[in-house]
Antibody, heavy 122, light 107 residues
Framework: QVQLVESGGGVVQPGRSLRLSCAAS????????MHWVRQAPGKGLEWVAV????????YYGDSVKGRLTISRDNSKNTLYMQMTSLRAEDTAVYYC???????????????WGQGTLVTVSS | EIVLTQSPVTLSLSPGERATLSCRAS??????LAWYQQKPGQAPSLLIY???NRATGIPARFSGSGSGTDFTLTISSLEPEDFAVYYC?????????FGGGTKVEIK
């Protein structure tokens, strides 16, 4: 079965960096676009970024452009999010999510990990 | 950015009742809209995509309708496990956006 397991969250000071990982299993990772979606405590969902199945195309939400970088290693079935210049408003649970269909994708998310909490605080 | 406005914010109903949730887009998204359910402490799960298509394994009591700017998620008869928060999401334009959510709570 599909499994997505995020890691790398924690408490970090404003302005510092953090790298999140998402280990995927149970499906052909290299054929699916993958996303990061976040949720601030007690708030709604915010889409963060997407990366194409082959890593060639990436899109970002406006609030994270230039500070967060999505990447993937298809040989390791792992998705990453490099976070730099972190701000208090980046505090959230970060979910990785799988696109619904392979290759071109649909920009809908049919499987989600359980999330990893990032807290930006001094 | 396309803004999705969900209403009501909270819906108080009893098991067995019909739930009708609304999602309105600030500009047309065609049929490129999905609905997700999120239970406390859990990740969201996909219910409906492209406005009216049920995702794999989703019971028939969940249905979606609408196009353009106005969409509806209907739960025909609420089961105890349906009390949760529901989000709509559009994929018509970048960036992808979610609505603010509707909480369906037990009356």
């Amino acid at each position: 079965q599909v499994q997505l397991v995020e890691s790398g969250g924690g408490v970090v000071q404003p302005g510092r960096s953090l790298r999140l990982s998402c280990a995927a299993s149970g499906f052909s990772f290299s054929t699916y676009a993958m996303h990061w979606v976040r949720q601030a405590p007690g708030k709604g969902l915010e889409w963060v970024a997407v990366i194409a199945y082959d890593g060639t195309t990436k899109y970002y939400g406006d609030s994270v452009k230039g500070r967060l970088t999505i990447s993937r290693d298809n040989s390791k079935n792992t998705l990453y999010m490099q976070m730099t210049s972190l701000r208090a408003e980046d505090t959230a649970v970060y979910y990785c999510a799988k696109d619904r269909i392979p290759m071109g994708g649909t920009l809908y998310f049919d499987y989600w990990g359980q999330g990893t909490l990032v807290t930006v605080s001094s | 950015e396309i803004v999705l406005t969900q209403s009501p914010v909270t819906l108080s109903l009893s098991p067995g009742e019909r739930a009708t949730l609304s999602c309105r887009a600030s500009q047309s998204v065609g049929s490129y809209l999905a609905w997700y359910q999120q239970k406390p402490g859990q990740a969201p799960s996909l219910l409906i995509y492209d406005a009216s298509n049920r995702a794999t394994g989703i019971p028939a009591r969940f249905s979606g309708s609408g196009s353009g700017t106005d969409f509806t998620l209907t739960i025909s008869s609420l089961e105890p496990e349906d009390f949760a928060v529901y989000y709509c999401q559009q994929r018509s334009n970048w960036p992808l956006t979610f609505g603010g959510g509707t909480k369906v709570e037990i009356k």
